[in-house]
């Protein structure tokens, strides 16, 4: 008998695409064997993203073409998870008469039990209930990448910031235990992956009400030691909790890589009160300087945020002020959306949809020139690579990250792919480096 088909499709975050290596792993422990294909697959999940109004628009519109499969194939299962789901619950089964199953980020690991309740009761349902203990159950994850991974530390979010849904698709901060990070990491180590991603919503605030009494800097002190890890990097950081402490541990130890993630969402102070940030202008840029100060070659990215409610011409030349000043490495770039259940959404004074479209284009612009220069500036330097195989750019081209995580290609043999190689860097594009695999291993690290 052919084994059952399942495809998992991923919106989002990288939180959701480490719960869907998650689903899958679940799902192969099954019988299932996973597919990238919808078409003839015995089970669809859609694991989904509710951050921007575009994003959950998306879902809708794959559900409504799943309708033809479904169609097609009576026997289909459907299910709907991740943040749409946990926000719009049983909406989702009322609007969408081909969905089956309807579960929240938390009810991940009941999903054995779920589909089990599918094929015996064959009527719509949802599970979209809290389950506030940590499951610590190992499911065997089936990760896409065989070096690098994503390690969940911690869920939820206490921050409640005015334009977000995430406190309410997430619920409330949770950490996990040391040592069963410890014990994840260490087994990734002994299976040849390099490189962890610790993920967290606000991962500065990591153990906050844990009984341990351990915080991010000394988690990462304890991941330091596991061997055959090479890379550890955290996401995403919060401009009110990033410690000193912390910011001395990343410029301590050599694993951790120099590249922090620190959305910033306004370059005016009283934008970010109106967005509950907890800091000013001021306070960021204070949290920049003595980062550069702590970790020195520091890469630095950022979120932002146009066009929230009020966001006047002077806020907005604020924003840019602060950009340039700054000089991220690298930015990601949103046009507020709002969201229902949010603050912000019920906030007066909307901004024109063609103003967020100009400031978007404008902030953009400017962001770019500074990328181009700041690549530019690597150029000459030996730097540090990951390989994460051929680039798009065409077969003897491989493309990899360094430790501020910018894109490298260069040529060099498939072969290489997972490994760490020196790379002298030769160009410096706006989005990406270029430059060739170094031999003279004593060069490894850079030069200035
Ligand atoms: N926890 C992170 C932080 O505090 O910055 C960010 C998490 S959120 C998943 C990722 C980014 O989406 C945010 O930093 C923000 O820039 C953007 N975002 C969230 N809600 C948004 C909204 N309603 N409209 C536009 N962008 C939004
Ligand atoms: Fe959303 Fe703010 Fe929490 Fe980030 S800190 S997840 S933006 S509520």
């Not at 087994?187 to 490189?195: D, H, S, V, W």
């Not at 065409?394 to 493309?399: I, K, N, Y």
Request: hydrophobic share 35%; aromatic share 6%; glycine share 8%.
């Amino acid at each position: 008998m052919e084994p059952k088909r399942a495809a998992v499709i991923t919106y989002g975050c990288q939180m959701n695409k480490y719960e869907s290596e998650r689903i899958a792993g679940i799902l192969v422990g099954l019988g299932y064997e996973i597919t990238s294909q919808t078409h003839g697959a015995d089970l669809i999940l859609l694991n989904t993203c509710s951050i921007r109004d575009k994003a959950e628009q998306k879902v809708y519109s794959q559900l409504g073409q799943l309708k033809w499969l479904k169609r097609d194939n009576p026997d289909l299962i459907i299910g709907v998870c991740g943040c749409v789901a946990q926000q719009e619950g049983d909406r989702i089964l009322q609007r969408v008469p081909q969905a089956d199953l309807v579960f929240g980020p938390q009810n991940i690991p009941k999903l054995p039990a779920l589909l089990a309740q599918v094929q015996t009761r064959r009527h719509q349902f949802s599970d979209l209930a809290d389950n506030p203990l940590w499951d610590e159950q190992l499911f065997p994850m089936c990760r896409e990448n065989p070096f690098q991974a994503w390690v969940t530390v911690m869920q939820g979010c206490d921050k409640f910031c005015t334009f977000c849904v995430v406190p309410y698709t997430r619920g409330r901060e949770q950490s996990r235990p040391t040592a069963a990070i410890t014990h994840e990491v260490q087994a990734l180590a002994e299976q040849g992956y390099k490189e962890v991603t610790l993920l967290g919503q606000n991962i500065d605030s990591y153990g906050k009400r844990s009984p341990e009494g351990k915080d991010l800097a000394d988690l990462l002190e304890m991941l330091h030691p596991i061997d055959g890890l090479e890379r550890i990097r955290f996401i995403t950081s919060h401009p009110r909790d990033f410690s000193e402490k912390l910011m001395r541990t990343v410029g301590t130890l050599e694993k951790v890589c120099e590249y922090v993630h620190l959305p910033v969402q306004s370059g005016s102070s009283a934008v970010l009160k109106r967005m509950h940030r907890g800091y000013t202008r001021d306070d960021y840029a204070f949290q920049v300087e003595r980062l550069r100060a702590l970790v020195p070659d520091v890469a630095l990215s950022t979120d932002l945020i146009v066009g929230f409610p009020g966001e006047s011409d002077d806020d907005f030349a604020q924003t840019l002020q602060l950009v340039e000043a700054v000089e991220f490495d690298s930015m990601y770039l949103f046009k507020y959306s709002p969201r229902p259940g949010t603050r912000a959404a019920t906030f007066d004074d909307q901004v024109p949809d063609a103003v967020k479209s100009e400031r978007f284009n404008t902030l953009i612009e400017v962001q770019e020139a500074i990328q181009l220069r700041r690549n530019r500036a690597r150029i000459g330097r030996c730097e540090e690579v990951l390989v994460e195989g051929p680039s798009k750019k065409g077969s003897v081209q491989l493309t990899g990250r360094t430790r501020q995580n910018r894109p490298v290609n260069f040529v060099g043999h498939p072969s290489l792919t997972g490994s760490l190689v020196t790379v002298c860097i030769e160009k410096g594009g706006t989005h990406s480096l270029e430059g060739k695999v170094c031999t003279d291993r004593s060069d490894r690290g850079g030069e200035d």
